[in-house]
C-alpha cells in the first residue's frame, strides 16, 4: 500500500512571482509581470484591461472585496456581457 503512487501530481515546493504597476496618467496602468504586459483603463471599482488573454472587464465595490470580472474579448470572440461591463465601467468612469 505504501507503494502506490499518489494520485495527486507532486507540485514545486515554491515558484517566484514578478508583479509591477506603473501608472501612466490618471486612470491609466502599465502592468508588468513574468508573464507579459498590459494596460488597465479605469478607476478603483471600474477597470478594463487589455493583455495578452484579451480584454477584460472587472467592476466592484472598493473596500468590500466584492467584485465580478468578465472576458469581454478573447480567442473564442465577444461575449455580450463583457462589452456591457465595459460600457459600464466606462460610463462610471467618465461620470466620476
Do not use: H
Not at 15 to 37: E, H
Not at 51 to 69: E, M
Amino acid at each position: 500500500m505504501l507503494d502506490e503512487p499518489s494520485p495527486f501530481p507532486r507540485k514545486a515546493a515554491m515558484g517566484f512571482r514578478f508583479q509591477r504597476s506603473v501608472r501612466i496618467a490618471p486612470g491609466l496602468r502599465l502592468n508588468l509581470s513574468k508573464s507579459g504586459v498590459s494596460a488597465s483603463l479605469g478607476r478603483p471599482g471600474a477597470t478594463v484591461n487589455i493583455g495578452r488573454r484579451g480584454v477584460q472587464g472587472s467592476a466592484g465595490l472598493p473596500g468590500t472585496g466584492l467584485s465580478y470580472r468578465s472576458r469581454v474579448a478573447g480567442r473564442s470572440g465577444v461575449s455580450t456581457a463583457g462589452v456591457i461591463l465595459v460600457l459600464v465601467i466606462l460610463a462610471v468612469w467618465w461620470l466620476t
